[in-house]
């Protein structure tokens, strides 16, 4: 990419945050906009000034070296750095409207809205049945049995698990095989519908079959849910995403519509990064 | 030049020699330990088992109008001696309660005194020459036996050895215990679960984990003196009662329930906290659904150790007057009772050798009572113990 080029997509930018190309087949509602967001380990700075808009009913990746801040910012998005000490947000994350970190925002309320799928499979050591059925009965969902039933039936199989459960739903979560357990987790995210899921390298604990098997459900949940992820496999978030984000150092290097990004880098530190000549 | 593997071997002999030297060590000390315990077991069974056998001799008991004035007199006067005053005390009752019983006169077996029961089994004994060979001639006809001691189980502390017994110390055991568990529980575990899952981590509770850790540690009369000071002298909570030893075993179990109870909660996976945390789980969610009834297995485990320490306990209990002369069987949470360690305390000082086999068979019963509480708390923790 000539350096001409570069700079006719930097002054097209509207306004920070938002990809210098749109995808255009791509749904451009507006889900989630961050604007100068900073958040502070301590002392060490691990997200710098992060614009970016997140479009609804998209996949969205992150994409970055080790470190590089792409799980805090995932973190930032249903406030689960509340759990960390000494962490310190600046800066607007704004969902339909309201600001996230607000603090007339609960953040009970937010992670209903905003599910998370995590790296490793950690369903509850319950039943498969009461993993998916238990947040939507504590959020008062659903209280008849055969409204319980009917939901946990079309989370399951949303999640492209009901044909292999649907004999042993009594049994622990914990005793389906790596790739099962991770789709149980997207069951019990997806089961309160919600209107983002937020996954942390979703298939990095799994085996190749078991992650195509993911990645094509995620591509069917982008149908209902906004999803971002966070990856370490580029080729997982040029088949997946629609929207890619690069982040280097807790800064956006780069953001754009995924084709874009892989096919035509604007910045030449994005294209070493997926060239794979460091990361 | 590399090394052949002679020259290798070589240096290896010592190494390898230290190794096994070091085994047998540890196999030494394991072996000593071992037989440490053996000698301990072996040493209370043979002085405590006589304590569950207790002489009795049949005699003829003439229920006449005299005995129901002077007791004596419903005996042979060869007899009178070798039967426990005790039994003799009751004649008159027993005639009061079945008047049918006045003008009979009848073959009972009736608890020997102390003197024959250690005759009878071989020990030193305070009988005449005389009594001897009464005790003997009634044995060659059957009439004097050991049998199984009901007594033992039955009755309180007594001055009598043949009529003492570990009901009552047991009884305050148990009511002590409750209150020690109904106190120490809630609040350990509640403490637990703050310092763990809702505390910040910050220089205030630190300090109350160190001190806790301390407690832990402190030597257990001190504990007494607190209860002591607080319990019995500033709330007036009536002394040498199951209530106030109760508080103040609660006070040495807390600590030991709060540390089992931090271990436990830290051993739940952060995984698990991240799920139900993800899904909207509010703080007290989180613990009560999910971190809770993991962690119940290790909590259990911990709090039954707790008890079982406290249930050895003597010291604080002898501050707080718990070692006292309790003959009857209380169910009162505000009378005065004793407890198993300080029963066997008592007995240990008694000048009368009967006592020594009470005091290893009190022993024997209190080590009894703690192998269960342990089997329990492993049992317990195998039971509910999620393999998933």
């Known amino acids: 990419m000539s350096g001409h080029e570069r700079s006719r997509h930097a002054s097209s930018r509207p306004e920070p945050g938002q990809p210098v190309t749109r995808n255009t087949d791509a749904n451009h509602e507006l889900s989630i906009r961050v604007r100068d967001l900073n958040l502070w380990y301590g002392q060490s700075q691990a997200l710098k000034n992060v614009n970016i808009d ?7 990746a992150l994409i970055g070296p080790s470190g590089c801040g792409k799980s805090t910012f995932l973190r930032c998005l249903n406030r689960m750095n509340d759990l960390i000490p000494n962490v310190r947000v600046e800066g607007l994350v704004e969902m339909d409207g309201r600001d996230v970190n607000a603090p007339k925002m609960d953040e009970v309320a937010l992670r209903r809205r905003v599910g998370m799928v995590f790296q490793k499979p950690n369903p509850f050591p319950k039943s498969i049945y009461d993993n998916v059925v238990y947040a939507p009965r504590m959020h008062d969902l659903v209280s008849r049995k055969a409204e319980q039933d009917e939901l946990v039936e079309k989370a399951l199989r949303d999640a492209g698990l009901w044909e292999e459960v649907k004999d042993k739903l009594q049994e622990p979560g914990t005793s389906l095989s790596g790739g099962q357990q991770q789709r149980l987790c997207i069951a019990r995210a997806i089961a309160v519908q919600p209107d ?16 195509a098997t993911i990645e094509d459900l995620m591509d069917k949940l982008k149908q209902q849910f906004t999803i971002i992820t966070v990856t370490h496999n580029m080729q997982q978030a040029a088949r997946v995403a629609d929207y890619t984000a690069f982040f280097h150092l807790g800064e956006i290097i780069e953001y754009n519509d995924t084709k874009t990004m892989f096919a035509n880098p604007a910045v030449k530190k994005t294209e070493d990064y997926i060239t794979g000549r460091y990361g | 030049m590399s090394q052949s593997f002679d020259d290798i071997s070589a240096q290896l002999k010592r190494r390898h020699r230290q190794s096994t030297h070091l085994k047998w060590v540890s196999m030494g000390a394991l072996g000593l330990a071992g037989l440490f315990l053996v000698l301990f077991f072996a040493d209370m069974l043979v002085k405590g088992l006589p304590a569950f056998q207790q002489a009795q001799i049949q005699v003829q008991v003439d229920y006449s109008e005299q005995a129901r004035q002077l007791p004596l ?5 060869e007899v009178r001696p070798l039967v426990s ?48 060979s009464v005790v003997e001639r009634l044995q060659a006809q059957g009439r004097a036996e050991l049998k199984f001691n009901t007594t033992f189980f039955t009755n309180g502390d007594s001055k009598m050895p043949e009529l003492a017994g570990i009901a009552s110390a047991a009884m305050g055991t148990l009511l002590t215990l409750v209150v020690t568990l109904a106190i120490a529980f809630p609040i350990g575990v509640m403490t637990a679960v703050y310092l763990e899952e809702f505390a910040a ?60 109870t931090r271990t436990a909660l830290r051993s739940v996976p952060e995984s698990i906290r991240h799920a139900a945390f993800g ?43 718990m070692v006292a002369f309790i003959p009857d069987v209380t169910n009162s949470f505000t009378e005065a009772a004793t407890v198993l360690p300080a029963q066997i305390f008592t007995w240990a000082g008694e000048p009368d050798r009967a006592f020594v086999e009470k005091t290893s068979g009190g022993i024997l019963v209190l080590l009894a009572v703690l192998i269960t509480l342990n089997a329990t708390a492993v049992v317990l923790r195998k039971k509910f113990e999620r393999r998933w």
């Open chain 1, 54 to 60: 997140i479009y609804q009913k998209n996949v969205t």
């Open chain 1, 196 to 211: 983002v899921i937020l996954m942390d390298e979703p298939t990095s604990a799994l085996d190749p079959i078991s992650t």
């Open chain 2, 279 to 321: 899904v909207g789980c509010s703080r007290w969610q989180v613990v009560r659904d999910h971190v809770l009834p993991l962690a119940l297995p290790g909590i259990m485990t911990g709090s039954i150790i707790g008890m079982a320490q406290a249930m050895g306990e003597t010291a604080p209990l002898i501050i707080v007057g």
């Open chain 2, 201 to 260: 981590d910050n220089r205030l509770t630190q300090a109350i984990e160190i001190n806790i850790n301390n407690l832990a540690a402190i030597p257990s009369i001190l504990f007494g003196l607190l209860g002591l000071a607080i319990f019995i002298n500033f709330f007036g909570v009536p002394r040498s009662s199951p209530l106030v030893g109760g508080l103040t075993l609660a006070l040495m179990t807390l600590p030991v329930i709060i540390i089992a």
């Open chain 2, 85 to 132: 005053r005790g039994y003799l005390r009751l004649i008159p009752r027993r005639i009061q309660e079945n008047p049918q019983l006045l003008g009979t006169t009848r073959m009972e077996w009736v608890l020997a005194d102390s003197q024959v029961d250690q005759y009878l089994k071989g020990h030193h004994s305070k009988l005449k020459p005389g009594e001897q």
């Open chain 2, 73 to 77: 007199a419903a005996l042979n006067e």
